[in-house]
Nanobody
Framework: QVQLVESGGGLVQAGGSLRLSCAAS????????MGWFRQALGKEREFVAS????????YYADSVKGRFTISRDNAKNTLYLQMNSLKPEDTAVYYC???????????????????WGQGTQVTVSS
């Protein structure tokens, strides 16, 4: 069983920055592919960014490319999402997700992930 706990959300003005963190339980975090997803009110959950187990391969949704950076610290069992130049349309609940037995790949589909955090709210005011 893997437990994921997100933190770092909040209210920020457009153009501002936030860094989300996702703390993972377990001794084998280094073997998980990880991802960030978000869900705005009344909309479906959508992919934001993903990273492979080592952290040398990443992938981003077009809507966040160049503004968001996903990274991980396997020594700390922690995943990050640095969000810059935030826009009101980035407002959503952000979830981290883990895929076990991932191999050296990243994953972009929600149904490929095995464990999810409870989410953290990000609100960007205009």
């Amino acid at each position: 069983q893997v437990q994921l706990v997100e933190s770092g959300g909040g209210l920020v003005q457009a153009g501002g920055s936030l860094r989300l963190s996702c703390a993972a339980s377990g001794r084998t975090f280094y073997s998980y592919a990880m991802g960030w997803f978000r869900q705005a009110l009344g909309k479906e959950r959508e992919f934001v960014a993903s990273i492979n187990w080592i952290g040398d391969s990443t992938y981003y949704a077009d809507s966040v490319k160049g503004r968001f950076t996903i990274s991980r610290d396997n020594a700390k069992n922690t995943l990050y999402l640095q969000m810059n130049s935030l826009k009101p349309e980035d407002t959503a609940v952000y979830y981290c997700a883990a895929k076990i037995y991932s191999g050296p790949y990243y994953y972009t589909a929600a149904d490929e992930y095995d464990y999810w955090g409870q989410g953290t709210q990000v609100t960007v005011s205009s």
